[in-house]
């Protein structure tokens, strides 16, 4: 049942509206005007009533008054209104068993008119009967000589007939129709700027104020949006100032610490130490440039994507020697020119290809030629790849899948959060899955 | 014997500027330190100093002003200590005149290759020194060394490693002239922390592919018989 009614529902307010307004204003209409017709109906029948009752009274005066031999002649001139006939008989036409007249139906003809006549009007005797939808009213002449047989049939009331009805109904619904879409459209318009204006703010924390003008609801949750949008920018901006003074702080001891190593006689503890506080810097730099978001600072100029990937790779090789140099290939174009902030670009190939390099062994780059008006970009590697569920929650900052591997691989759990920040503010994304054939892809699109 | 090299050390954190002083000493500097920009303006006058190491975040007058104050005094070489993402400021420092910068958390033995790297320039090859140019054009391509990027003929920013630009460096450093392998050995040891530990011949030939230079017929970066490459491009520099 509800999936029938969600079904049928239009899916936008607006047209809900609309449609529960229209359905709403049709019921009132049709109410009004069966109310309408209703009177109409009982305009018509006292009408016919009266229209009906002079006629008999009208027909009765003639025959009564007419010559009795001449009566005949006067039935067959005179002209009788549809649904009245009228004969002169030796005998009644209404006949035993017949069911008795219902009262609303003798009202048509008013035979106490005619019993309330002066004697020389009186009919001696009427008798009323129901045949066939017909009243068949007898009366017999006063002198006795014979009766007036008369049928009647009320011709049907047609309360809905009438041509200005329809066109009434028809202008009037849709007068009502385009004002209720026209207000609906206007009130709803409202909504819909809230949402946009939730979008705009999920994707950049700084986007304009929503304006607070309108009708008092739409003023209100304009203000709330944006306050609430004046709390989110405080909290990420105290959250990243926060982040920025740690990373910016732990910079001077861990420098010292790096002094200090210098001095130490164990060439390998000092090996060690210094590749420790390596790591704790990398960390501190990975936080840094997380909190920052400073891809947004560095302007955007026309680059070579397929010398970017070379460099990343290489790179990415020069730091582990140990590894063969065939672990990192590059498969694309020659040359491919994109627009792009080559810094921040540079950093989100890396720590891609970092993440392939470190849980996958190895780092393949396939970048695509472009097609409608997008470069995708895969970033393979042969490792046991990621759970699907866990696919999109790698994306999600200081979030680490392994729960303890060995050190070289942890991380800090931004890599892949700083990646997408960046992609995103190019414009692109990126997207994790398995391979079929075992590893994992990271596949990045950029606008071309 | 030359006498050792006199470095001036200005830091605002003491610690570092012992430990660094100490760690130079025993590298056989001769190190004055300075806590801060006035206390440095006060030592410059009273050493000979051959390199200034400085701090670019300090409290009081900041580390640009002293640089430009001191580059109006001399032009002595100056080594930033940067820390990481103030690209604006390296930049700007570079644009003064800073000869070199070693992002802060550093490694000192890098900080060291550096130190050595930027006097052999400034005081070796019996050359005066220039301040390191915003554009050397060269076959079409620009190199900006201030910005540490490499452009195409067509604008177009063509990224490099960190091996293959310190070799595209020592190459339009030294255009038409033919540099054996063992010399470029020599030049990029003085330029990186720890060994070049690629072979020269790997470097070049990524080099020659970033720089659509046809391997088999190159036209920028030539083979030499017996063993050396050369540059063979007219250099333009602006400063």
Redesign the interface.
Known sequence: MNALIRRVLPRTLAARTALFLLVALMAVQAAGLTIHALDRVDLQRAAMEREMSSRVFGLWRAVVLALPERRGALLSDIDLPQGLEATLDERPNVRLGMPPAPPPVLRMVRPELLMGAPPRLRPREIQAGMGFGTLNLSMMLPDGSAWLNMAVHAPPLRPWHSETFLIAFVLMTAAAASLILWAVRRLTRPVRDLARAANALGRDVNAPPMPEDGPLEVATAAHAFNTMAERIRRFVGDRTQMLAAIGHDLRTPITRLKLRAEFMDDDEQRAKMLSDLEEMEAMVNATLAFARDDAAAEPSVPLDLAALCRTVLDEAADARPDVDADAFVYDGPERLTVRGRPIALKRALANLVTNAANYGGVARILLEPPRNGSILLLVEDDGPGIPPESQEAVFQPFRRLEVSRNRETGGVGLGLPIARNILRAHGGDVTLRNRPGGGLSAAVVLPA | MEPAPHILVVDD?R??RE??A??LE?QGFRVTTAREAREARRAWPLGRYHIVVLDLMMPGESGLDFARWLRGQSDVPIVMLT???E?TDRIVGLELGADDYVA??????ELLARIRAVMRRAHGEGARRDPLPSAIRFGGWVLEPQRR?LL?P???????????YELLTVLVERPNRVLTRDMLMDLLRGRQAGPF??AIDVAVS?LR??L?DDGRNPSLIKTVRGGGYVLAADVERAA
């Open positions: 954190d610690e570092i430990l660094l100490r760690f025993k820390a990481m993402g690209e802060k958390p550093f490694n000192p033995r990027r195409n067509d604008g177009v920013e063509v990224s490099l490693t960190g091996g293959e530990d690629r990524r592919r970033k659509e």
